[in-house]
């Protein structure tokens, strides 16, 4: 069962541990509040582990993931209320 965040509404998904971990390193290095949680079924069955964060720090969040060489798999809009998940991208590895 997945951890509540009420103050989360967005989840970002990974397709390898090593950078679901070392992005949560850095994001907190950065002072930038996330929480890690396992990853719904629903959502996505890469690597089990994803962040979970506030909209507001999603510009600042992204920069410091692509500065930092970081590869992420897929960014959701999350409603806690309805346990509803919506894509809203997924990572472009040709840049």
Same mark, same amino acid.
């Given at each position: 069962?997945?951890?509540?965040?009420?103050?989360?509404?967005? @989840? =970002?998904?990974? &397709?390898?541990?090593?950078?679901?971990?070392?992005?949560?390193?850095?994001? !907190?290095?950065? %002072?930038?509040?996330?929480?890690?949680?396992?990853?719904?079924?629903?959502?996505?069955?890469?690597?089990?582990?994803? @962040? =979970?964060?506030? &909209?507001?720090?999603?510009?600042?969040?992204?920069?410091?993931?692509?500065? !930092?060489?970081? %590869?992420?798999?897929?960014?959701?809009?999350?409603?806690?209320?309805?346990?509803?998940?919506?894509?809203?991208?997924?990572?472009?590895?040709?840049?």
């Amino acid at each position: 069962m997945m951890v509540i965040y009420p103050q989360y509404d967005r @989840l =970002l998904s990974f &397709a390898s541990i090593h950078h679901a971990i070392r992005a949560e390193k850095v994001l !907190n290095e950065g %002072c930038i509040p996330v929480a890690a949680a396992p990853t719904p079924r629903e959502v996505d069955i890469s690597c089990g582990q994803c @962040l =979970l964060f506030s &909209a507001a720090n999603e510009q600042i969040l992204m920069d410091v993931l692509n500065g !930092n060489s970081i %590869c992420w798999s897929k960014l959701f809009q999350r409603d806690v209320q309805s346990k509803s998940y919506q894509l809203i991208m997924e990572y472009n590895h040709t840049k």
